[in-house]
């Protein structure tokens, strides 16, 4: 579910050895987020993943409570972003950090509301998709794009990561929701996310589904995907799971995550640029 660069903001249009043209081929930036790749949707599941372990192995084994623990990865957030910012282009540590954080952040968002305030998974996961879409609107309203070859500029940015905060945060309800309601067991709903990737997948590549609309459906299921992995691995046999606890999950997972980082850091294989004006 890559997606091409096609933006025509992006695209040089004077004649060559004028001095527009010379600013326009000199002015090439790294694109702030990666390239669509294995590599993107491999990281991308394991980091949902570690927002499920990590939220509950901070709050519950370290015994910091929901609300302590909110606050100390949204601050951690914040300053992982304000680096993300500040870079010139993709830096894969300090992007795929933010990532990670922000699929904490967003799974404990969506706890704090549900054993906190009370508000119920229906809610929660009609008020996230809202969120998110009214995301998407304003960001095209704004861009007249929601191609991710194109985050250039510091408001595309913020765009994108505030669409990504919605998109980890209706995951999480709408994954809970669905595993209430249909009692499914983590495996098996493991099972059913990929499969509805894998269809959207089939629609994008043989029936030319939209390939922003794949992408970002994509994005919202890795979610629940990785969630549901993370518990079959962590929670007591008892429960259906593998007993391995939040603690070595949230290990494994935060381990693969490094290496893979580290190879990308090293070879540069999903750093994406773009010509500019």
């Keep these: 579910m890559a997606q091409r660069t096609s933006d025509r903001d992006l695209t040089p249009r004077h004649a060559p050895g004028t001095p527009s043209s010379n600013r326009s081929t000199t002015a090439r930036l790294l694109n702030k987020v990666p390239q669509v790749t294995i590599f993107f949707w491999i990281i991308k599941i394991l980091a949902t993943t570690v927002g499920e372990t990590a939220a ?112 980890f945060a209706l995951g999480t309800a709408a994954g809970d929701l669905l595993a209430e309601g249909l009692n499914l067991g983590f495996w098996k709903s493991a099972l059913l996310f990929a499969a509805l990737i894998g269809a959207v997948a089939i629609a994008h590549f043989q029936f030319h589904l939209n390939e922003i609309l794949a992408f970002w459906t994509a994005y919202v299921l890795t979610r629940p995907l990785g969630a549901s ?16 606890g939040t603690t070595v999950t949230s290990a494994i997972f935060l381990v693969a995550i490094a ?13 994406e640029v773009v010509s500019v004006e």
């Design 56 to 167: 509950d192995f901070l709050g519950v084994n370290l015994g910091l409570g929901l609300t302590v623990t909110t606050v100390l990865m949204g601050v951690l957030l914040g300053v992982s972003l304000v680096f993300q910012f500040r870079a010139k282009g993709y830096v894969p540590g300090i992007y795929w950090l933010s990532v990670v954080l922000i699929s904490i952040v967003g799974t404990l968002i969506t706890d704090n509301l549900v054993d906190n305030f009370g508000v119920s998974l229906g809610v929660t996961t009609a008020t996230f998709a809202l969120a998110m879409f009214a995301t998407f609107f304003v960001w095209y309203a704004s861009e007249k794009t929601l191609s991710i070859h194109t985050i250039i500029t510091a408001k595309r940015e913020a765009f994108y990561w505030l669409a990504i905060l919605f998109t």
């Design 229 to 244: 992995l993370g518990d079959y691995m962590s929670q007591p046999v008892a429960n259906g799971g593998l007993g391995l």
């Design 259 to 271: 290496s893979v980082v580290v190879y990308l850091a090293k070879t540069r294989t999903d750093a």
